[in-house]
């Protein structure tokens, strides 16, 4: 009995290591990323390339330590949204990140994420090709 349990618990690890490992990353494309000014924080632009994420086919910053392995898969959204070109983002000193993104539809906006200041530039325009468009 003991042996079909640890085969069973060996099978469903094996499983969810290979969905993490090629279906996962299949959702998400890492654009850029950025470490802060003493490499304690990075911030990484990922797109959705599904409905998955809080801007189905849209921009997402993600923040994560830097020690952390798979960060952009682990961190924290910060923003969210649909970027005419996509976001411009940059750290201004450690504990600052200054996000640049012209937009007419953001779906998430953080101001703060632990020890982290994160200030905004957001220009309403046009929606963007890939933000979703109201039904009638």
């Known amino acids: 009995m003991k042996v079909i349990v640890k085969g069973f618990l060996l099978a469903a690890l094996i499983v969810g290591g290979l969905y993490f490992w090629f279906l996962f990353p299949l959702d998400w494309e890492t654009v850029d990323s950025k470490k802060d000014p003493e490499g304690g924080w990075v911030a990484y632009y990922l797109q959705s390339k599904s409905e998955a994420g809080e801007a189905p086919y849209g921009d997402h910053l993600i923040l994560a330590p830097s020690y952390w392995p798979l960060g952009q898969y682990y961190g924290e959204v910060v923003f969210a949204g ?22 007419a539809k953001v779906m998430k906006k953080m101001n703060t994420f632990k020890e982290v200041l994160i200030q905004y530039e957001i220009v309403d325009g046009t929606p963007h090709s890939r933000a979703p468009q109201p039904t009638q």
Not at 82 to 94: H, M, N
Not at 96 to 103: M, N, R, T, V
């Open 82 to 103: 649909y970027c005419d070109g996509g976001p411009e983002f940059r750290w201004l000193d450690k504990h600052q990140l200054l996000i640049d993104c012209k937009s």
